[in-house]
């Protein structure tokens, strides 16, 4: 279980290189030589065998750089789930790393947040947050849209907030 894990522990098994944002093996393990990067896909995520159990490698680093599991979840600034960098890594609530995931992959409109309203033939903008959806208005164009919901968004979560315009300001949306 995570919360057998300290950071001790860790650095008695790993190092942490904070410029590739991998874990590497400070002593002999079976036949893994003593300098041999760690870690193996698990859910999108780098994982690492701590004991018994597979770790995630973002909970680890935190640990092992801080001393302490992040209070609730560790977001990847850049979105890409295997860059564990520290300088990619921040605690988040999960209301703030949903703002900042990707874009579905059944999304139809090209922005997050955007869909087709066919009984008013205009493009309505809403978000979810802390599970209720918040109707945000109907727009002639889905660029409308979709630069009003960022908006919205930047004012509940400021720098978590995956824009669809991130030159006002954010991470981009598209193209993930």
Same mark, same amino acid.
């Given at each position: 279980? *995570?919360?057998?894990?300290?950071?001790?522990?860790?650095?008695?098994?790993?190092?942490?290189?904070?410029?590739?944002?991998?874990?590497?093996?400070?002593?002999?393990?079976?036949? +893994?030589? =003593?300098?041999?990067?760690?870690?193996?896909?698990?859910?999108?995520?780098? @994982?690492?065998?701590?004991? @018994?159990?597979?770790?995630?490698?973002?909970?680890? =680093?935190? &640990?092992?750089?801080?001393?302490? &599991?992040?209070?609730?979840? !560790?977001?990847?600034?850049?979105?890409?789930?295997?860059?564990?960098?520290? =300088?990619? &890594?921040?605690?988040?609530?999960?209301?703030?790393? &949903?703002?900042?995931?990707?874009?579905?992959?059944?999304?139809?409109?090209?922005?997050?947040?955007?869909?087709?309203?066919?009984?008013?033939?205009? +493009?309505?903008?809403? !978000?979810?947050?802390?599970?209720?959806? *918040?109707?945000?208005?109907?727009?002639?164009?889905? *660029?409308?849209?979709?630069?009003?919901?960022?908006?919205?968004?930047? *004012?509940?979560?400021?720098?978590?907030?995956?824009?669809?315009?991130?030159?006002?300001?954010?991470?981009?949306?598209?193209?993930?």
């Amino acid at each position: 279980m *995570e919360d057998d894990v300290t950071q001790s522990i860790l650095k008695e098994l790993f190092t942490y290189d904070q410029d590739d944002g991998h874990f590497y093996l400070r002593k002999n393990r079976s036949s +893994w030589p =003593v300098g041999k990067r760690v870690g193996s896909l698990k859910n999108g995520y780098i @994982a690492i065998q701590v004991g @018994a159990r597979k770790q995630y490698a973002h909970r680890m =680093v935190w &640990l092992y750089v801080h001393g302490a &599991l992040p209070v609730d979840q !560790i977001d990847h600034i850049n979105g890409v789930r295997t860059d564990n960098r520290l =300088v990619n &890594l921040r605690e988040a609530t999960t209301t703030q790393n &949903l703002f900042n995931s990707r874009m579905r992959k059944d999304n139809i409109s090209g922005y997050r947040g955007v869909s087709w309203c066919s009984i008013t033939n205009q +493009w309505r903008a809403q !978000i979810t947050i802390n599970k209720k959806m *918040e109707l945000l208005g109907y727009f002639p164009t889905r *660029e409308c849209a979709a630069k009003f919901r960022d908006e919205r968004v930047k *004012e509940l979560v400021g720098d978590y907030a995956r824009l669809n315009f991130p030159e006002n300001g954010g991470i981009s949306a598209r193209g993930r």
